[in-house]
């Protein structure tokens, strides 16, 4: 799974990038704030397709499908990339409603002797590390709505699998653009993005949260 991960880059960085990767003119900094630790139900900076262009803005983590009863229902931090398009709160997101979460590292925590021990992971070849998820806006009776997300975790890598068996599905710098495309039919042709990501660039350390 993934659990806790962290975004503290600096805000001028964060405009370049989104510049430069996903053409995006203009970022309103006040939209973001940087943390060494984004647990579920926080507001996490994200990417979406309007079928237009790309759009950088706040999502909260935590699923809600559109049938939940209740906003308090138990969200769905992550969704499973080997079923997406069986189980039934993300088959419709799978299909139109992807996004990317920004991330530069993400946390799992290692069994030790005298506990459990917490590792940073990241890429160590890119300051920002985009997670791929599926978005959903949930309303509740009185017509309020809630914009959520899920990050989508896979068979972990041969780094991460003696810490943990799964992994959230990082996109490299080609599979973003295809993630974040408008909607497909065939979601068949998405199944080479569902894939864990080389060991080779990911490197990992112990911390202190």
Excluded at 105 to 133: C, H, N
Excluded at 166 to 174: G, N, Q, S, T, Y
Aim: hydrophobic share 40%; with cysteine; aromatic share 10%.
């Amino acid at each position: 799974m993934c659990g806790r991960f962290k975004l503290d880059v600096e805000v001028s960085f964060l405009q370049q990038y989104l510049f430069e990767v996903f053409a995006i003119p203009q970022f309103d900094g006040n939209q973001y704030v940087p943390r060494r630790e984004i647990r579920p139900s926080d507001t996490v900076l994200t990417l979406i397709h309007d079928s237009h262009r790309y759009r950088v803005g706040p999502l909260k983590w935590g699923f809600l499908p559109s049938y939940a009863k209740h906003a308090k229902d138990r969200p769905l931090i992550n969704a499973k990339g080997e079923t997406l398009s069986q189980k039934a709160p993300f088959k419709k997101a799978f299909k139109s409603q992807r996004c990317i979460v920004l991330a530069d590292s993400f946390y799992e925590w290692r069994e030790t002797a005298s506990g459990k021990q917490p590792m940073r992971i990241w890429d160590t070849q890119r300051a920002v590390m985009p997670l791929a998820g599926l978005w959903n806006t949930y309303k509740d009776a009185s017509g309020s709505a809630t914009h959520t997300c899920a990050i989508i975790t896979v068979a972990a890598n041969a780094v991460i699998e003696p810490i943990h068996a799964r992994m959230p599905l990082i996109l490299d710098a080609e599979s973003l653009h295809s993630w974040l495309r408008p909607p497909v039919q065939d979601v068949a042709s998405l199944a080479p993005l569902l894939r864990s990501f080389p060991a080779a660039s990911i490197h990992i350390e112990p911390v202190q949260l």
